[in-house]
């Protein structure tokens, strides 16, 4: 069965700290796909990243960077210098091939970025 | 304009009524999906739909209806609604490519 899990519930740091957000993934499939989505405070779900099981090349995006590591089932997710914009709930997800194209999502963690 | 429109945006009702939450996508998206999402839960499928007059269950679909008699729209149905679904509910399409879910701005549904 797939699942995801964000142990972080909930994580503060001041501006221009860097800051990581954890994701680990549990599928049998060997092809599958990853994603990160955003959620800021005015409640709508941004889509950051989608990333499948045969690219483990890490990606940057600005200050944003993502990690993917098949050996430890996580896909880890790094805001560099941080923003009090990027204060919002950031969900990992994860989607097997030929399943629907369904997504299961974690439960999320929440990111305070103090001025 | 093109892209995916839930209604209403908030929405309070009373326990054992009906409510229907409307989603609309312009893009002929082949999959359509409605998520709730809860304080401690995330997001959790609650149906979905591969295409027109194909729907099936996600992970909590109890106290739930949906149709899909044309392509571009996918209600979610609350047959009687319960307080335990007080929820904020989003509807999400995709074409099938596994590129990811556009969604829509949510509906906040209040159950008293």
């Known amino acids: 069965a797939q699942k995801v899990t964000q142990a972080q519930t909930e994580i503060s740091v001041v501006e221009k700290e860097d800051v990581t957000l954890d994701c680990v993934y549990e599928t049998r499939d060997t092809t599958y796909y990853l994603f990160w989505y955003k959620q800021p405070p005015s409640g709508e779900l941004v889509f950051l990243i989608r990333?499948?099981?045969?690219?483990?090349q890490n990606e940057i995006s600005g200050r944003y960077s993502w990690n993917f590591q098949k050996s430890t089932s996580s896909f880890n997710f790094t805001i560099t210098a941080s923003q009090v914009v990027d204060s919002a709930v950031y969900f990992c997800?994860?989607?097997?091939?030929?399943?629907?194209?369904?997504?299961?999502f974690g439960k999320g963690t929440r990111l305070h970025i103090l001025p | 304009d093109a892209g995916i429109t839930q209604s209403p945006r908030y929405k309070i009702t009373e326990t054992g009524r009906q409510v229907t939450l409307m989603c609309h996508q312009t893009w002929s998206h082949s999959y359509m999906f409605w998520y709730r999402q809860d304080l401690g839960h995330g997001l959790r499928l609650i149906y979905y739909s591969a295409a027109a007059d194909i729907t099936d269950k996600g992970e909590v679909p109890d106290g739930y209806v949906v149709s899909r008699s044309k392509t571009e729209n996918f209600p979610l149905t609350l047959e009687s609604a319960t307080r335990s679904q007080t929820s904020v509910y989003f509807c999400?399409?995709?074409?099938?490519?596994?590129?990811?879910?556009?969604f829509g701005s949510g509906t906040r549904l209040t159950v008293v």
């Open positions: 990333r499948n099981s045969f690219d483990e």
């Open positions: 997800a994860l989607s097997e091939a030929n399943r629907d194209d369904k997504i299961i």
């Open positions: 999400a399409s995709s074409d099938g490519q596994v590129y990811g879910y556009t």
